[in-house]
């Protein structure tokens, strides 16, 4: 059974093993979340600061902030506040905002991730915002880039033309992909494009 919970610091050695696991070399390691980061995170928006377990194992961490401005153009950076949230989150924001979520690869294909966004929509409707969003990567654009624009790729994930390991999970878990957002993040798969998805509660009215 899968149990979420909020992470605290007590957690770091756990959350540090996740992350070395889901993001091995040729990742960079600047990519593993410090423990000033964790740190920060469960201090400024202790709700978004969420793990999951298997049998008491720490098998997956999520992280998100609430933000009033996602649909301005923005990087990773600048939004998450460079992983610590403290200058970026606005309690007073209508959307909550995905910065990470990974899974050990061992326990990848079990429902982990599912369960975490289940959670992450639990939390919009328990503050009652108006959605959540990310920006997700698109790891297999790299392969198709010469014949395809970032849009029409994501146009092929979402007729199923194509299968795209992260895009392909978001539609599955009911997000919506509105725009492409170029030089989001470093990512050489992505070629630093990432797609901006959002979800919103049936009962919204924005």
Not at 30 to 59: C, H, N, R, Y
Not at 66 to 86: C, M, Q, Y
Request: aromatic share 10%; glycine share 6%; with cysteine.
């Amino acid at each position: 059974m899968i149990h979420v919970r909020p992470y605290t610091l007590a957690d770091y050695p756990c959350l540090l093993q996740v992350q070395k696991e889901a993001f091995p070399p040729p990742f960079s390691q600047e990519l593993w979340w410090s423990e000033e980061q964790i740190a920060a995170q469960t201090k400024t928006f202790p709700e978004g600061a969420l793990l999951a377990e298997v049998d008491g194992e720490i098998v997956g961490s999520a992280t998100s902030l609430v933000v009033s401005n996602a649909d301005k153009p923005h990087t990773w950076e600048e939004i998450s506040d460079n992983g610590f949230l403290r200058q970026t989150h606005d309690p007073n924001g209508d959307t909550l905002y995905g910065i990470d979520l990974c899974v050990r690869p061992v326990a990848r294909g079990n429902g982990v991730a599912q369960a975490m966004y289940n959670a992450r929509k639990q939390t919009v409707l328990n503050l009652k915002l108006k959605r959540y969003a990310a920006v997700c990567r698109i790891p297999g654009y790299k392969a198709v880039a010469k014949h395809y624009s970032p849009q029409q790729y994501v146009d092929l994930v979402k007729s199923g033309d194509y299968y795209d390991t992260v895009l392909s999970f978001m539609l599955k878990q009911g997000l919506t992909p509105t725009h492409v957002q170029p030089n989001y993040v470093e990512d050489e798969e992505s070629l630093n494009y990432g797609v901006f998805v959002e979800w919103k509660p049936k009962n919204s009215t924005s």
